[in-house]
């Protein structure tokens, strides 16, 4: 199982990004899929998750400001993400959950947000 994230780079606060994550190689169906977020010397964090019915979930500090879709017929999940803040700076991990409760992580992308 593999999943490919990609979209991250440098960006000036107000701005905007897309991250996309393709998981491959699975022989099941992924119930839930996510981003996460990791800066330096913190947590790794809930940015947003999506279920396999549409259901919607997101860190209040990116509420209004990113947006999380998902393609079930591609295996692919999207992070809209505007009017960044530097404090959105982080590496962003993909995360895809089967119904079985088998987790997979993306290697994470690289979102730096400075002027």
């Known amino acids: 199982v593999q999943l490919q994230a990609s979209g991250g780079g440098l960006v000036q606060p107000g701005g905007s990004l897309k991250l996309s994550c393709l998981v491959s190689?699975?022989?099941?169906?992924?119930?839930?899929m996510g981003w996460y977020r990791q800066a330096p010397g913190k947590k790794r964090e809930l940015v947003a998750t999506?279920?396999?019915?549409?259901?919607?979930n997101y860190a209040d500090s990116v509420k209004g400001r990113f947006t999380i879709s998902r393609d079930i017929a591609k295996n692919t999940v999207a992070l809209q993400m505007n009017s960044l803040k530097p404090e959105d700076t982080s590496v962003y991990y993909c995360?895809?959950?089967?119904?079985?409760?088998?987790?997979?992580w993306g290697k994470g992308t690289l979102v730096t947000v400075s002027s």
């Open positions: 999506i279920t396999n019915v549409g259901a919607i």
């Open positions: 190689g699975t022989g099941f169906s992924i119930n839930v």
């Open positions: 995360k895809a959950e089967s119904w079985s409760g088998l987790v997979y």
